[in-house]
Nanobody, 116 residues
């Protein structure tokens, strides 16, 4: 089993930045893929960014150029640096961790609110 703990959400004004973190504990593996997803009120959960074990990154078009996903294998942690935040980025952000053995785990979610 893998446990994921997220942190870093909060309330910011448009144009400001936040960095989300998600730390994994338990049966973690280096050969894993991470992802960040978000869900706004009344909407479906959507992909924000992913990073593979070989550091290939993928971003939703809506966040390209503003968000950066990174990972620290030594700390079993993934980060999402969010710059130039917009009100439409407001959502609950979830981290996702997938192992090479087919495990698929979700964090509890952290609220990000962008408002003036």
């Amino acid at each position: 089993q893998v446990q994921l703990v997220e942190s870093g959400g909060g309330l910011v004004q448009p144009g400001e930045s936040l960095r989300l973190s998600c730390a994994a504990s338990g049966s973690t593996f280096r050969s894993s893929a991470w992802g960040w997803y978000r869900q706004a009120p009344g909407k479906q959960r959507e992909l924000v960014a992913t990073i593979t074990s070989s550091n290939n990154r993928n971003y939703a078009d809506s966040v390209k150029g503003r968000f950066t996903i990174s990972r620290d294998n030594a700390k079993n942690t993934v980060y999402l640096q969010m710059n130039s935040l917009k009100p439409e980025d407001t959502a609950v952000y979830y981290c996702n961790y997938q192992t090479a053995l087919g495990g698929n785990y979700w964090g509890q979610g952290t609220q990000v609110t962008v408002s003036s």
